[in-house]
């Protein structure tokens, strides 16, 4: 059995009984939400817009007058910070654009597919990992030439990666659960300041989280962006290992960002199961 999905201007053909027809209806579902949400330039600057602010801006303000912090310029502590702040709007924005798809797009169509269900949120979720991933991109860009000193190696790209990854997955999977039971545009936008942006001032994005009160401390020890922001400072910030030694109090850097990147990895599974479930049982309702 199959079906055709339009990407672009060419039908793809689609055949769920198989492993490679159900890599090809991944791919053309991907790749319809990735042109989705970059068709407008405006999809990618936006959510842009107040990080790139704090990194070109707030930061090298902040840093003539803040003293390091935790053995690293606060430029680089701030402009490392900055960047969970990028993912998580930028998922949640995604998330948006799944209500506009259910509410007004092509998603009753698509659910006519010969494709699994699931693979129509695993395919929003890996075109969300792209948008994201492009605006980390620009934005550490803007913060290297802005002064921020980020060194790095390929052990440390690769912890900063998970950080980033890890906290996307979670991020879109707390989206996309929001898309699926909130059913208005206006009640989902609501949400995003509480998801996306308040877990952030706490998070040891603007100042260590040992500076916080003991029961804020241990709270914000269990956000998963606590986590992301501790780990990308280890990866990219000269294996600096003091976001992590404040949430796990151990000598050893490397066990600790295993330690993280497991707490990471275990919220970004459980929430997108979360969300598959969800999205399954709303769709059949």
């Known amino acids: 059995m199959t079906a055709s999905i339009a990407v672009g ?24 939400r990735l042109t989705l949400s970059l068709r407008t330039p405006r ?65 009753p169509d698509l659910l006519a597919a010969p494709v699994p269900r699931s693979l129509i949120v695993l395919a929003n979720l890996a075109a969300a990992l792209v948008t994201a991933g492009l605006q980390v991109t620009a934005l550490v860009g803007f913060s290297i030439a802005r002064g921020a000193s980020l060194r790095t190696s390929a052990p440390g790209l690769a912890w900063f990666a998970a950080g980033v990854v890890l906290l996307a997955v979670a991020t879109y999977g707390v989206a996309e659960v929001l898309a699926n039971r909130i059913g208005a545009e206006e009640e989902y936008v609501n949400a995003i300041p509480t998801v996306g942006i308040a877990p952030w001032f706490f998070a040891g994005s603007l100042f260590p989280i040992t500076s916080l009160p003991g029961w804020l401390a241990a709270i914000t020890k269990a956000l998963p962006v606590t986590h992301a922001i501790a780990l990308m400072r280890y990866g990219v910030a000269g294996h600096n290992a003091a976001g992590l030694h404040a949430i796990w109090g151990l000598h050893d850097p490397t066990t600790m960002a295993c330690l993280s990147v497991t707490v990471l990895g275990l919220y970004a599974a459980a929430l997108t199961a979360l969300a598959l479930r969800i999205f399954t049982h709303e769709v059949v309702r």
Do not use: E, W
């Not at 003539?64 to 702040?85: D, E, H, I």
């Open 9 to 32: 201007t060419s039908p793809l053909v689609l055949t769920g009984s198989h492993r490679v027809g159900r890599l090809a209806a991944f791919a053309a579902l991907a790749g319809r």
């Open 43 to 107: 999809a990618v600057v936006l959510p842009l817009a107040t990080p790139v602010l704090i990194a070109v801006v707030i930061a090298p303000a902040l840093a003539k007058t803040a003293s390091p912090v935790a053995g690293m310029g606060y430029m680089t502590y701030l402009a490392v910070g900055t960047v969970a702040l990028v993912v998580p709007l930028s998922c949640m924005q995604a998330g948006l654009g799944a209500i506009v798809d259910r509410n007004s797009g092509a998603q």
